[in-house]
C-alpha cells in the first residue's frame, strides 16, 4: 500500500511540472497622441551609450506603446505601423525580455505571450549593459508568415527590411517616453533559440535593450 500511495504521488508531481500555467499578459492601450513630432524626434534620435547605458525601469504602459509603435496594428486593424511586402502580415515577430521572463507580442490582440518565466539576460548576450537593461526587444524572422518567401534570399532580405523599420519605430516611441535604446545585432544565437523556443526556420535578426533615462 505505501508503495502504491508514492507512486501515485511521484505522478501526481510529474502532472504538476509538466502542465505549468503561463501567464500571458493583456496590455494597455498605447499612447497614440501627444509626445513630440515626427522632424523634433529625428532630430534627437541617438543611440543608447554602452558605458552608461540608463536601468531605469519601463512601465507597461510605457512597452505597450512601444511594442505597438514597432509593429503594431493601425488605421483601424486594416494596415501596421511598418511597411511590408506584398501585403503580407507582419513576417518579424517581437519578443520582450524581462526579468520575470519571455514574452511574445501578439499583435492583434495587442497582448504578451507568456513563452518562459525564466530570467534569460545572462543567455542572451554576453554584453554586460545589455544584461543590466530592464528590457530588451528581440527581432526574429516568422517564417509562418513569409509563405513561398521563406528561406530564400529575397525573403531574408526583407525580413531584414523590416526588423531595421520596426527598431527605428521603437526607438522613436521610446525617445518621446525619455527611453533610451540601442539597436544590436551580437548575441547569443544558439542560446536566443533555445530560449525563445523558436522553430527550425525562424532566426533571430537583431536586439534592442531599452531603459528609462
Given at each position: ?80 505601423t ?113 530560449e ?6 525562424d ?9 528609462k533615462?
Amino acid at each position: 500500500m505505501r508503495r502504491m500511495i508514492l507512486v501515485l504521488l511521484s505522478v501526481v508531481m510529474v502532472i504538476a511540472m509538466v502542465s505549468v500555467a503561463y501567464a500571458d499578459v493583456k496590455l494597455p492601450e498605447p499612447q497614440k497622441e501627444g509626445g513630440d513630432a515626427i522632424f523634433a524626434l529625428l532630430e534627437k534620435r541617438a543611440s543608447g551609450t554602452r558605458g552608461d547605458f540608463p536601468k531605469g525601469e519601463i512601465s507597461i504602459e510605457e512597452l505597450s506603446s512601444i511594442l505597438w509603435a514597432a509593429t503594431g496594428a493601425n488605421r483601424g486593424g486594416k494596415g501596421w505601423t511598418v511597411p511590408l511586402a506584398g501585403g503580407k502580415e507582419p513576417y518579424v515577430k517581437v519578443y520582450a525580455v524581462k526579468r520575470d521572463g519571455v514574452f511574445l507580442y501578439e499583435r492583434k490582440g495587442h497582448s504578451l505571450k507568456e513563452i518562459s518565466n525564466k530570467n534569460v539576460f545572462a543567455d542572451i548576450t554576453g554584453d554586460g549593459f545589455v544584461r543590466d537593461a530592464p528590457v530588451v526587444l528581440i527581432f526574429v524572422t516568422d517564417t509562418s508568415n513569409m509563405g513561398s518567401m521563406s528561406g530564400m534570399n529575397a525573403g531574408n532580405a526583407l525580413a531584414h527590411t523590416a526588423a531595421g523599420a520596426m527598431s527605428q519605430n521603437a526607438y522613436l516611441a521610446a525617445d518621446s517616453l525619455g527611453i533610451s535604446a540601442r539597436y544590436m545585432v551580437s548575441m547569443k544565437t544558439d542560446a536566443v533559440k533555445r530560449e525563445l523556443k523558436l522553430s527550425g526556420e525562424d532566426t533571430p535578426l537583431c536586439i534592442l535593450p531599452l531603459g528609462k533615462r
